[in-house]
């Protein structure tokens, strides 16, 4: 089946450490995006990229940092500079255009203590 | 810059009544526009998107919305609403010029007996 993975799918970690939250597509799709998901927000894009080894920042990419070195992998880490990274992140690809949809994956919910 | 606004925070319905959920978007260009719906605790899936042509658009489990570009809207449509349809609903603009979307903060659909 294809889709998205996002591991693990509850991840507690003790504030000031930095986490790497997983994602990964075998949709064979060139773009990949990360949003941050908070009570009454709605989706917040924090990264995104278009191509392999490529990617650019969205509306909060303060405290967050991507790489893109292979194209189903997208991983993301919330650093220490994160002032509130307690939320839910959901992981996306798409073909890219602007008329693709979205696929989304099952998300993380992080918790820092 | 694009945004999306969702006018209601919370639908509350019952079941087997009609139910339509209002967006309004922002715009200087033409758009492409979708609605999501994310169930407790996982992803968003795609409900149906707004190309061109008809401004009508159906999508799956019974679900219709209506482009007005005169209105700037995109409201969502449901004759007879299930328990099973209580999730959270997302309006998403896209602009052509990019592969990002612009999320509204959601609406929830809330069905009872």
């Known amino acids: 089946d294809g889709g998205i993975t996002q591991s693990p799918k509850y991840l507690f970690r003790k504030e000031g450490q930095n986490v790497t939250l997983s994602c990964e597509q075998n949709l064979n799709h060139d773009a990949m995006y990360w949003y941050r998901q908070d009570p009454g927000q709605g989706l917040r894009l924090i990264y995104y990229s278009q191509i392999v080894n490529d990617f650019q920042k969205g509306d909060i990419a303060e405290g967050y940092s991507v790489s893109r070195e292979k194209k189903e992998s997208f991983p993301l880490t919330v650093t220490s500079a994160q002032k509130n990274p307690t939320a839910f992140y959901l992981c996306?690809?798409?073909?890219?255009?602007?008329?693709?949809?979205?696929?989304f994956g099952p998300g993380t919910r992080l918790t820092v203590l | 810059a694009q945004s999306v606004t969702q006018l209601d925070s919370q639908v509350p319905v019952f079941e087997e009544a009609p139910v339509e959920l209002r967006c309004n978007y922002s715009?200087?260009?033409?758009?492409?526009l979708f609605w999501y719906v994310q169930y407790p605790n996982q992803g968003l899936q795609l409900l149906l998107k707004?190309?061109?042509?008809?401004?009508l658009v159906k999508g799956i489990n019974g679900f219709e919305a209506e482009f007005n570009k005169s209105q700037t809207s995109f409201h969502l449509r449901k004759p007879s609403v299930h328990i099973s349809d209580t999730a959270e609903y997302f309006c998403?603009?896209?602009?052509?010029?990019?592969?990002?979307?612009?999320f509204g903060k959601g609406t929830m659909l809330l069905v009872s007996p």
């Open positions: 707004y190309l061109s042509g008809s401004t």
């Open positions: 715009s200087s260009v033409s758009v492409y």
């Open positions: 998403a603009v896209s602009d052509p010029g990019y592969s990002t979307l612009t």
């Open positions: 996306a690809s798409s073909q890219g255009k602007p008329y693709n949809e979205q696929f």
